[in-house]
């Protein structure tokens, strides 16, 4: 299945049926007075959350959606029927944007949430509804009120407890792999993953949703490389696991580019609660390590893990921590920023 996480759309909510002119003919009834019913209302447009979807990718194929118009009133009073509502069913993390883009209309995070976008015309009054005793015999009706058009975007920002963020190749998706039963592409060039990916870990006896987004490089905000479309994906993450790759030539400065893009991005994703691993662990000598190890920790300013996907080295420590900052993330966000995780490897 193909992945995407933002589309435009036009909806239009179906407008109200007319109000009908009748008047009685029944025989024997000389003076038969007016009966027309009213028109039906017109389908509301609304967004719905559902639990089997993961990417927009419908909408990419499909862009219009109509609510049905309101049946017209009939005689001997009767009503016209209501038309049928339009819904618009969306994966969990769907935001809801008006047409420029920035106003936010709706949130649906929860499965079964609704959120009424477009509300439908009301149907016109019969001139039933007009008779009085200076007008017994009215000759008009209302029309239906028109419905409403508007265009929307949607952008899906995946639910995850945990991010794993970092330049490309630092072996993100391989640490997904090793974690969880999710399949990315795992390759020795940059920008393997072109799309986030989603796996379930699990840790003792928790389980939390660890998130993959294509790597980062320095100008990502301005559009280089994949830009930073994809970091929306982990602002609601409530920690961010960042890989730096140990076979890098200045470890500290590929911590730091990633950092500056986190910030350009937005200044809240750059405060969230990270933890600092160097990842391929197995690919270096001890004493390569240690120099990588204390390079890492100066620029970082806080104690990093050592961690290899391949070898297991170091990743039940790398999951304890998440799943630390994930159990406390509600009560005490900044609590710990600097505290070196308990069973950490040390030089």
């Known amino acids: 299945m193909k992945f995407l996480d933002q ?15 009748g008047f009685r003919r029944e025989k024997f009834i000389e003076f038969g007075g007016p009966n027309g019913g009213d028109g039906g209302k017109g389908g509301d447009v609304w967004i719905e959350c559902v639990q089997n979807l993961n990417t927009l990718i419908d909408y990419r194929y499909q862009q219009h959606f109509k609510a049905k118009t309101g049946q017209g009133g009939m005689g001997q009073n009767r009503a016209g029927a209501n038309g049928d509502d339009c819904t618009v069913k969306v994966p969990p993390g769907t935001q809801v944007y008006a047409e420029d883009g920035e106003t936010l209309l709706a949130d649906l995070t929860t499965p079964g949430e609704r959120v009424l976008i477009a509300k439908g015309g009301n149907g016109g009054f019969g001139n039933a509804h007009f008779k009085s005793a200076t ?13 409403e058009e508007l265009t929307i975007w949607l952008r899906l920002k995946l639910i995850a407890d945990a991010g794993l963020v970092g330049l490309p190749n630092a072996g993100k998706s391989t640490f997904l792999a090793a974690v969880s039963a999710a399949k990315p592409k795992i390759a020795d060039y940059p920008f393997t993953t072109l799309h986030p990916n989603l796996g379930v870990v699990r840790s003792g006896d928790t389980d939390f949703v660890l998130a993959d987004i294509p790597g980062l490089i320095e100008g990502a905000h301005e559009g280089a490389g994949l830009g930073d479309q994809f970091l929306g994906h982990v602002e609601r993450c409530r920690v961010l696991l960042h890989l730096v790759d140990a076979t890098e030539e200045d470890v500290g400065a590929a911590y730091k580019t990633v950092r500056r893009e986190l910030k350009a991005y937005s200044n809240e994703l750059h405060k969230k609660k990270e933890i600092i691993a ?48 994930i159990a406390r993330a509600g009560d005490d966000d900044d609590a710990g920023d600097d505290e070196a995780v308990p069973g950490g490897w040390q030089p």
């Open 7 to 21: 589309a435009k759309i036009y909806i239009a909510s179906g407008a109200g049926g007319n109000g009908c002119i």
């Open 135 to 147: 007008n017994q015999a009215p000759t008009f009706a209302n029309p239906g009120q028109p419905g």
């Open 278 to 325: 160097l990842s391929k662990a197995d690919a270096l000598d001890d004493d390569t390590l240690k120099e990588k190890f204390a390079e890492l920790k100066k620029a970082a300013r806080k104690t990093p893990l050592v961690v290899s996907a391949v070898s297991g080295k170091g990743v039940k420590e790398a999951l304890y921590a998440l799943t630390r900052e």
